[in-house]
């Protein structure tokens, strides 16, 4: 019984399977469009689909850009049989002949009921009316329209594509367009594209055109955006000039020995060096300490150990008087360096103490140096002005309003905006720090401003092109929004740069880096006209590497220097005897320092002792980035269609 089945029911199944397959194409596909006056482009589609299978009905995908208005008018059948045109009705699709519209402009039509007999190789005509607004775009060549007449995204076959295509009169087209074009097959995923220059030859503008802001309008932008430039950076160097940020140097020629009495070493060596580079750390501490071991309060030892070329220093301190005989920062700096009751602390003693907290001798030094800076009557003060961010934050808020405006009235600009905001980002970011570094400079200080004035300045011409160019079409109040945004990130960069003190502190400050100037040039001479005592100045002044520098290229051997550690006066460093043709050991009798080579050793150990003793890290990270066919987008129009 079952032999005698088998067969039968074998012999169904591929029936079956063919009556249950869905295939569709498109044996005819006939547009006829209409670009009018206005720029609006009029589309009747006819399609002819050849449903097989289970299908319930169609589907058109329009793809509608940022800008453009789409309106759907009308959707037809024409009858078969009578050959008479069935307007659809909008609605449910659970009646055959309705359709409805869903998510991202997708068109559905019902063709056939669930309970149905599904369709073999039936053809059906549908008629779709609707219409594009804004569909005629503008670019730096003129006028152009680049439409997608079909649809790509599609499984099937047109067998046969046709397009009419008219354009009104205002509209100037090129030479030998006819507007036909016809195509005798659109293999899946492909559709067909139409990119035609125009000439507009109406009255005016084009009305339903986005050309974006009005040259004339753009100008004036470009006009206020450029006097503003100026006018902050006129503004920038009247301050600065004021400030006596540009005021000469000493030169070297009057710079002895007197000079350096009066206007450095009446100063403890520290202060000097906050005062010079407005900043307190790790020279600072040196400069101290150096000056403690040379006033005879510590004794230092430094023992070296590894490779010549890459020696490790450590820095041996005792204490020699008594710590309540201390004051100030002084008595801090020890009481952070010596462990309660002891007289000795070495480099890594420190470390070990500080392992799990850490520790900034700097941050010891911070307020009082301050102070002692502050008091000092050549210093001045700092200046009292407003508050520099309610400029440039105006502006920002300002430039938000705007944008935002922008947005409301042309999406695109929004995406436009913040691609410009963001690449502009790195060029503000860049400069701010640059200008924040270039504050605290005194000497040299229009070369170096360069750092900062070339991002403004880039700045200035990336927004300067937008207005002059119009690329982007951007609206005007996108267009008002970005300049804005330009002029508060300008305010803010030179406002990092802003002198912070009175003129009287910058000519101090200037005094100074004109001493710290002197002693690296005397560094780089075999017999500098320096003296012992001038050591820790040296240090402070962040001269320690100029110092190992010069005793490795003119310094004599560390075993004819002596290796004292008492912390004895300084001796005369450069000064010479006319018997010999060196005339001078440097640093010879060494003071607090040994001499020589032992005084690289004490400086690079002296150096460590003073740098910050970090904490171990509490967190961690990780890591796991004319007409044509055509088959790729970017124009207009297109979409999607079939069945479903």
Same mark, same amino acid.
């Given at each position: ?348 003693a420190i470390r070990k103490r500080y392992a799990s907290s850490g520790f900034d001798p700097a941050f010891a030094l911070q307020k009082p140096l301050r102070s002692l800076l502050d008091a000092h009557p050549d210093s001045g003060s700092k200046v009292k002005r407003a508050p520099l961010w309610r400029v440039p934050l105006g502006l920002a808020l300002g430039a ?175 000064? @010479? $005897?006319? =018997?010999? *043709?060196? !005339?001078? %050991?440097?640093? #010879?009798?060494? +003071? &607090?320092?040994?001499?020589? /080579? ?19 890290? @509490? $967190?961690? =990270?990780? *890591?796991? !980035?004319? %007409?044509?066919? #055509?088959?790729? +987008? &970017?124009?207009?129009?297109? /979409? ?5």
């Amino acid at each position: 019984m079952l032999a005698t089945l088998l067969p039968a029911v074998l012999a169904m199944v591929p029936e079956r399977a063919e009556a249950q397959s869905r295939t569709l194409d498109w044996p005819s596909f006939v547009v006829d469009a209409r670009l009018d006056s206005a720029g609006r482009l009029h589309v009747l589609e006819a399609q002819t689909i050849r449903f097989t299978g289970d299908w319930n009905g169609g589907e058109r995908q329009f793809n509608v850009r940022s800008g453009q208005k789409f309106v759907f008018n009308t959707l037809r059948r024409i009858d078969s049989a009578t050959g008479d045109t069935i307007t659809l009705t909008k609605g449910e699709l659970d009646e055959v002949d309705h359709y409805g519209f869903g998510d991202g402009w997708t068109l559905r039509w019902r063709s056939r009921l669930p309970d149905d007999p599904p369709f073999q190789d039936t053809e059906i005509t549908y008629l779709l009316d609707y219409s594009y607004e804004r569909i005629v775009q503008r670019t730096d060549s003129g006028l152009y329209l680049d439409h997608e007449f079909g649809f790509r995204d599609r499984e099937g076959d047109i067998r046969n594509f046709a397009l009419t295509l008219a354009v009104d009169d205002v509209w100037g087209t090129p030479d030998g367009f006819t507007g036909r074009f016809a195509q005798a097959s659109l293999p899946a995923y492909e559709s067909f594209l139409v990119n035609i220059p125009l000439t507009w030859l109406g009255a005016g503008a084009p009305a339903g055109v986005w050309l974006g802001t009005p040259a004339p309008l753009r100008q004036v932008l470009a006009g206020v955006f450029g006097a503003a430039f100026l006018l902050i950076i006129g503004r920038f160097f009247a301050v600065e000039t004021r400030a006596n940020r540009f005021a000469p140097m000493v030169p070297n020629e009057r710079i002895d020995t007197p000079w350096l009495q009066e206007h450095v070493f009446s100063l403890l060596p520290e202060v000097a060096g906050a005062a010079w580079d407005d900043k307190i750390g790790p020279p600072e501490v040196s400069a101290a300490l150096a000056r403690m071991v040379g006033e005879g309060k510590l004794r230092s030892r430094v023992e070296s150990s590894g490779w010549k070329r890459f020696p490790v220093h450590v820095l041996h301190l005792t204490l020699l008087v008594d710590r309540d005989s201390l004051r100030g920062y002084e008595r801090v700096l020890v009481d952070k360096l010596f462990s309660a009751g002891t007289t000795h602390t070495d480099t890594e003693a420190i470390r070990k103490r500080y392992a799990s907290s850490g520790f900034d001798p700097a941050f010891a030094l911070q307020k009082p140096l301050r102070s002692l800076l502050d008091a000092h009557p050549d210093s001045g003060s700092k200046v009292k002005r407003a508050p520099l961010w309610r400029v440039p934050l105006g502006l920002a808020l300002g430039a938000i309003v705007l944008l935002v405006l922008g947005g409301a009235a042309r999406v695109e600009d929004t995406a436009v905006a913040l691609v410009a905001c963001a690449l502009a980002a790195p060029l503000y970011l860049f400069g701010f720090s640059q200008a924040y570094v270039w504050r605290a400079r005194v000497s040299h200080p229009l070369p170096h401003a360069l750092r900062f004035f070339v991002p403004a300045f880039a700045l200035a011409v990336l927004l300067l092109q937008l207005l002059t160019t119009g690329r982007f079409l951007l609206g005007p109040f996108t267009l008002g929004g970005l300049l804005l945004v330009a002029l508060a990130y300008v305010t803010s960069i030179h406002n990092a740069a802003r002198a912070r003190y009175t003129p009287e502190r910058m000519l101090f400050r200037k005094r100074l880096a004109s001493a710290r100037r002197y002693f690296a040039d005397e560094l780089d001479a075999k017999q500098p006209r320096l003296e012992d005592a001038w050591y820790p100045y040296l240090l402070a002044f962040g001269l320690g590497k100029q110092v190992d520098r010069w005793f490795r290229s003119f310094g004599p051997p560390a075993s004819t220097v002596g290796t004292s550690t008492d912390g004895s006066s300084f001796s005369t460093l450069g000064s @010479s $005897s006319g =018997s010999t *043709s060196s !005339g001078w %050991g440097g640093f #010879s009798g060494g +003071g &607090g320092f040994a001499g020589g /080579g032992a005084t690289v050793a004490f400086g690079a150990a002296v150096g460590a002792m003073s740098a910050s003793v970090s904490p171990p890290s @509490s $967190s961690g =990270s990780s *890591s796991s !980035g004319g %007409g044509s066919s #055509s088959s790729s +987008g &970017g124009s207009s129009g297109g /979409g999607g269609g079939g069945g479903w």
